[in-house]
């Protein structure tokens, strides 16, 4: 076939033409056009990753849990120990050897797995692995943690609604592992919605829920340790060199603005300890410290910073700003007396961190093993007074020698005898 052949069949679409490529661009790799098509293939691996190891995550639990119902229901009808768990461990190593996940620890994990979320099913007596495992786990974001998040939250809870909780915050907040053990540590649980406040009268319900939601009572600063005596400044200035962690305690959405931020009402200055944003609410919040036990003047002042600050500082779109007020300690009714009249949101918490003596009074304080051996001491000597106590005949309670009395009590008696 000739080169006018070709010509007339590209011409009638037979056969394509070949492309010109003198005009070919030269390509760089600071083409901002390159950068931006690489930019959008990485994105597109990086989904495509995610999603194959949230397949794999979930398959991964799902299998979790059908080896502990095995496990457990073979155990409960063959009336084997928990030998049993031994030997299968050794045996599957064997036939899969490197297979991660078949250790005897974690087929006793996969065992405490099932019994501890077996009572999301239903009847009350549990049915056979193909019926019921999806429906136990798979509408309650337990398959969506990795083994390691779950393994923590099911030997750590104590009920499900507190399993439930954690695997909710997990998934909202992106805690690792680590941050989920320390939320444990602290019993997040238990403190979180528990600060006391006014935020059902002075917000909107949609608002007034998520605000009650983010405060907790106490808060817990573990990372500080403050050496006595101290200052609330001195407690301020350690949390901001902490801000992280701080954060981290305070919950997911705080954006820290500023530290003794500065206002001006009238012609006198005024400075709050620690004005935060917060995202979700959209809302300013002003955090003050207090290292004493509540009192409701506290109450007013920060009602006055918050008036302060919707007028200066808040935005026409932001949110009524919500003030936190943390104290070493409070009387929950007066807190609530405190808070009742009151027209801006406020919320009444504790805080608690580690105390740490000063060197020149630990020096002045016994040591553990000198009061140990001042106990051992008292207990001797507590001893031996007993066994002279015994020796004399002295009354334990009043310390008397009460020898002569029951003889002449005896002879008395005997003495009665004779005259019957």
Request: proline fraction near 4%; hydrophobic fraction near 30%; avoid cysteine.
């Given at each position: 076939m000739n080169k006018k052949t070709l010509e007339n069949k590209a011409e009638m679409g037979g056969v394509r033409k070949p492309e010109d490529t003198s005009m070919e661009r030269e390509f760089s790799l600071e083409s901002s056009e390159y950068r931006e098509w690489l930019a959008d293939?990485?994105?597109r691996i990086s989904r495509a990753q995610v999603k194959v190891a949230s397949v794999a995550n979930k398959a991964l639990i799902h299998f979790y849990f059908e080896l502990g119902e095995m496990i457990f229901r073979k155990q409960s009808e063959s009336k084997w120990g928990d030998g049993v768990i031994s030997q299968l461990s050794n045996d599957l190593q064997k036939e899969f050897p490197g297979l991660k996940g078949i250790s005897r620890s974690n087929l006793k994990y996969c065992k405490r797995f099932f019994l501890f979320y077996g009572s999301l099913q239903e009847p009350q007596?549990?049915?056979?692995?193909?019926?019921?495992?999806?429906?136990?786990?798979?509408?309650?974001?337990v398959d969506q943690l990795p083994w390691g998040h779950n393994i923590l939250i099911f030997t750590k809870s104590k009920s499900l609604d507190e399993a439930m909780f954690y695997i909710n915050k997990t998934l909202e907040e992106g805690w690792s592992r680590d941050v989920l053990a320390l939320q444990f540590k602290s019993n997040f649980y238990f403190r979180a919605?528990?600060?006391?406040?006014n935020f059902s009268m002075t917000l909107p319900p949609p608002q007034s829920d998520l605000a009650q939601q983010i405060l907790k009572d106490p808060y817990t600063f573990d990372f500080l340790a403050m050496t006595v005596p101290y200052h609330e400044r001195d407690v301020e200035r350690e949390l901001i060199r902490h801000i992280t962690k701080f954060l981290l305690e305070l919950g997911k959405g705080f954006a820290f603005i500023g530290q003794q931020y500065h206002l001006v009402v009238g012609e006198t200055d005024y400075y709050i300890d620690l004005l935060f944003y917060h995202v979700a609410l959209k809302c300013y919040v002003v955090v003050e410290l207090k290292n004493k036990k509540f009192i409701p003047e506290y109450a007013g002042k920060l009602n006055f910073y918050l008036s302060a600050v919707d007028s200066l500082v808040k935005r026409a779109d932001d949110n009524p700003t919500i003030g936190l007020l943390l104290c070493r300690d409070k009387n929950n009714i007066e807190v609530e007396f405190a808070l009742r009249d009151l027209k801006k949101p406020l919320g009444v918490s504790e805080y608690n961190f580690t105390e740490i003596l000063p060197d020149e009074l630990k020096s002045a304080l016994p040591t553990v093993e000198e009061i140990e051996a001042d106990l051992h001491l008292l207990e001797a000597q507590a001893h031996e007074r007993r066994l002279i106590e015994d020796q004399l005949g002295i009354d334990e309670t009043d310390g008397t020698d009460t020898s002569g009395i029951h003889e002449r009590h005896e002879h008395k008696e005997s003495e009665g005898q004779?005259?019957?």
């Open positions: 293939i990485k994105k007596r549990l049915t056979p692995v193909e019926n019921n495992t999806w429906r136990a786990i798979g509408q309650q974001a919605g528990k600060a006391i406040t004779d005259d019957e």
